[in-house]
């Protein structure tokens, strides 16, 4: 059994040696050549799983993308081809919630908002809008819904249409690149919807850089429209157009699902999947590999609730530091795919136990913010 893999994939070794002849491929290395005789591809979603790339892939019988979307694979040929495929759904869902959370906290912190008066809307409510909705009720933050698919397929929760939910004031995207279908995605915030929005809404897009037109959007800035986008996606990845990023105001590198639990949870469900194919009983399971989370954060309760928990949330991911790198190194180079490449270790806030240090005046208040902190993932000390 021949399987090849990204080197992208943590703990990818570990899963695959006991199955078979595992070997890894660097980023952008893959060519038709090397599929002869491989048996199984396990992707992330740097590589395009074209016909053309399988064109000499004889024995290959399934193909898995260890990331939530799989717009980077040829699903239609592969099933023509009678190739198993799998994509990792909610692999990273709870990775793209924390990054969603700390930029609409950064963002209050500079506008000088209250996030707690604000109206989100969730665009896409599967795996990912669904772990944002989860954090959002922890932080009894006002969010609706729009997902026409969900919505016709019976999902009991309640939605808004797309006109509705661009009229929040936090509009975050979480819908897959689809250009077929009854509901496609791809520029679903051209420049009709950008020409509705305000200077006081503000767009989150961590789904597909394609969702947003992005020249459409670099048009509307540049006849001084202000409007407030933070981009982890981009469109034309990753060769984006730099003409944006001055404009944008949190610009990352596709970065939003890259925890190390978002990461090593993709290689461990495609390990379970391949398992399954094979008819074999999965042996490994994530918690073997996860390291201990070792700087364990400390929070003052004499601030305010807003700064406390700013504060945790900044501890564990600080999207204006990555922003900072963003802009630095995009200025010299196009460094788009060397950021992401040597993206350092990023933790969920499940991997963290907090301790307050309470003066007996705060107690009331480090019960309030320690029961919230909780209820978006951190433990707590006790
Ligand atoms: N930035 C990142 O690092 C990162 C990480 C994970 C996922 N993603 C992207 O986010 C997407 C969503 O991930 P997921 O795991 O939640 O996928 P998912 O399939 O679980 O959920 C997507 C939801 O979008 C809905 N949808 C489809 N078309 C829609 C439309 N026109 N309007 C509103 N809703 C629509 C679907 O019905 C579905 O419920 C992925 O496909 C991927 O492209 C990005
Ligand atoms: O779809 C996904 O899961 C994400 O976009 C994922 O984080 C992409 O990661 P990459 O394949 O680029 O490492």
New binding site residues.
């Given amino acids: 059994m021949k399987i090849l893999y990204d080197t992208a994939m943590p703990y990818a070794n570990a899963f695959f040696s006991g199955l078979g002849d595992a070997n890894a491929f660097e980023l952008g290395s893959l060519n038709s050549e090397a599929l002869v005789d491989v048996d199984a591809l396990f992707v992330r979603s740097t590589t395009k799983v074209t016909a053309e790339l399988l064109q000499k892939a004889n024995k290959l019988q399934f193909v898995a993308t260890a990331?939530?979307?799989f717009?980077h694979i040829d699903v239609d040929y592969l099933e023509r081809s009678g190739i198993t495929w799998y994509a990792a759904?909610?692999c990273?869902?709870v990775?793209?919630a924390e990054y969603v959370i700390g930029a609409i906290l950064q963002l209050a912190h500079e506008d000088n908002f209250n996030p707690f008066d604000k109206k989100v809307a969730i665009?896409?409510?599967?795996?990912?809008?669904t772990a944002l909705s989860q954090i959002l009720d922890g932080l009894q933050l006002n969010y609706v819904l729009?997902?026409?698919?969900?919505q016709e397929a019976g999902d009991r929760r309640s939605f808004v249409d797309?006109t509705d939910a661009l009229q929040a004031d936090i509009i975050c995207l979480?819908?897959?690149?689809?250009s077929k279908g009854k509901?496609?995605?791809l520029h679903?915030l051209g420049k009709e919807q950008l020409l509705t929005l305000s200077a006081h809404q503000y767009v989150i897009n961590?789904?597909?850089g394609e969702v947003i037109d992005n020249d459409a959007l670099l048009n509307c800035y540049s006849l001084g429209q202000h409007l407030n986008v933070v981009l982890?996606?981009w469109e034309n990845e990753p060769f984006i157009n730099h003409q944006l990023i001055p404009y944008v105001r949190l610009a990352t590198a596709?970065?939003?699902?890259?925890t190390l639990e978002g990461k090593a949870r993709g290689t461990s469900m495609v390990y379970d999947a391949f398992c399954k194919h094979l008819n074999l009983q999965s042996q490994l399971k994530l918690e073997q590999f996860l390291p201990r989370f070792e700087n364990n954060p400390m929070v003052n309760s004499s601030n305010s609730s807003f700064n406390q928990l700013f504060q945790l949330v900044k501890y564990m991911y600080d999207i204006k530091k990555d922003d900072g790198i963003f802009r630095a190194r995009m200025a010299k180079s196009k460094a788009f795919a060397a950021i992401r490449k040597h993206y350092p270790i990023r933790r969920e806030f499940s991997a963290a136990e907090v301790t307050f240090c309470t003066e007996e005046a705060d107690e009331t208040n480090k019960k309030n913010v320690a029961k919230i902190a909780a209820s978006i993932g951190f433990k707590i000390a006790n």
């Fill in positions: 990331t939530a979307g717009n759904g909610g990273n869902a990775a793209v665009i896409g409510a599967g795996n990912v809008g729009c997902d026409p698919p969900l797309l979480h819908t897959p690149l689809t509901h496609p995605t679903m961590a789904c597909r982890d996606v596709h970065i939003a699902g890259h």
